[in-house]
Nanobody, 125 residues
Framework: QVQLVESGGGLVQAGGSLRLSCAAS????????MGWFRQVPGKEREFVAV????????YYGDSAKGRFTVSRDNAKNTGYLQMNRLKPEDTAAYYC??????????????????WGQGTQVTVSS
């Protein structure tokens, strides 16, 4: 059974940091690209970042460039999103996703088949 489980969300003040984790099981994590998306109610799910299956390539959405870092530890079947200098507009539910590397970079939510349940990040001003 494929599972992606996010953790690490919470409430943080503007300017602070959070590290999200995504624990994968039920598939060969090291063969899948991993993406991070976020969503606020009433809006479409927004691309944040993606990392290639081997961890050698990364790509970021405009909102994440220079502040967020995506990484992974294939030995632990876990991906990470380090978020620094957080802003109130970063408040959202954050989701990790995985898919076979058919193309690069995978930025559309429609390119990902496996999804976690999400973790809430709230940034106070």
């Amino acid at each position: 059974q494929v599972q992606l489980v996010e953790s690490g969300g919470g409430l943080v003040q503007a300017g602070g940091s959070l590290r999200l984790s995504c624990a994968a099981s039920g598939f060969t994590f090291s063969e899948y690209n991993m993406g991070w998306f976020r969503q606020v109610p009433g809006k479409e799910r927004e691309f944040v970042a993606v990392i290639s299956y081997g961890g050698l390539s990364t790509y970021y959405g405009d909102s994440a460039k220079g502040r967020f870092t995506v990484s992974r530890d294939n030995a632990k079947n876990t991906g990470y999103l380090q978020m620094n200098r957080l802003k109130p507009e970063d408040t959202a539910a954050y989701y990790c996703a995985a898919n076979v590397p058919r193309s690069w970079p995978q930025r559309s939510r429609f390119e990902f088949n496996y999804w976690g349940q999400g973790t809430q990040v709230t940034v106070s001003s």
